[in-house]
Antibody
Framework: QVQLVQSGAEVKKPGASVKVSCKASGYTFTTYAISWVRQAPGQGLEWMAW????????KYAQKFQGRVTMTTDTSTSTAYMELGSLRSDDTAVYYC?????????????WGQGTLVTVSS | DIQMTQSPSTLSASVGDRVTITCRAS??????LAWYQQKPGKAPKLLIYTASSLESGVPSRFSGSGSGTEFTLTISSLQPDDFATYYCQQYHSYSSFGQGTKLEIK
């Protein structure tokens, strides 16, 4: 079954870091990229970053440049997103998503989401 | 950064209605536009890609059009399952989403 399965919910204190994982299955991991999108409570979708699972190339939204680090582990078909210097407004559901090849880059496969709560 | 603006923010309609949602890009994105449907507590679902291509498994009552900076999503005859929030997304330059359109039952 083609799917992305994310790690579980996290609660972090302000100033800490969080690392969310996204495990791919059912397709060749290195053929695609992974993007990260977040959604604050009651708000819209916000694109954060993109990483090629083939060669590790990355792209970041300017807002997150320097605070987000993305990595992949091709041996386990897993992508990681680490967000540092957490603030209360980083509380959100974080999704990983796969830009499809046939779709030219639209996100045809999504993880189930990981709720990250930042609270003192 | 490319800004995406959707209208309306909220749309009230009845089952069987034809509805249209508009998305405007702050600069030309050619046809690199997608539409998603999201229901509460769920991940978004891809409906339309490259502005007008219907994702496999998506009912044909959904259609998309446009190019350049102006795009539309049309639902030809609303069904009960269609009441949700809809987002447009550009993927011409990095990526960005519209603010969403909540489709409510009238």
């Amino acid at each position: 079954q083609v799917q992305l399965v994310q790690s579980g919910a996290e609660v972090k204190k302000p100033g800490a870091s969080v690392k969310v994982s996204c495990k791919a299955s059912g397709y060749t991991f290195t053929t695609y990229a992974i993007s990260w999108v977040r959604q604050a409570p009651g708000q819209g979708l916000e694109w954060m970053a993109w990483i090629s699972a083939y060669n590790g190339d990355t792209k970041y939204a300017q807002k997150f440049q320097g605070r987000v680090t993305m990595t992949t582990d091709t041996s386990t078909s897993t992508a990681y997103m680490e967000l540092g210097s957490l603030r209360s407004d980083d509380t959100a559901v974080y999704y990983c998503a796969r830009p499809g090849g046939y779709s030219g880059g639209a996100f045809d496969l999504w993880g189930q989401g990981t709720l990250v709560t930042v609270s003192s | 950064d490319i800004q995406m603006t959707q209208s309306p923010s909220t749309l009230s309609a009845s089952v069987g209605d034809r509805v249209t949602i508009t998305c405007r890009a702050s600069q030309s994105i050619s046809s690199w536009l997608a539409w998603y449907q999201q229901k509460p507590g769920k991940a978004p679902k891809l409906l339309i890609y490259t502005a007008s291509s219907l994702e496999s498994g998506v009912p044909s009552r959904f259609s998309g059009s446009g190019s350049g900076t102006e795009f539309t999503l049309t639902i030809s005859s609303l069904q009960p399952d269609d009441f949700a929030t809809y987002y447009c997304q550009q993927y011409h330059s990095y990526s960005s989403f519209g603010q969403g359109t909540k489709l409510e039952i009238k």
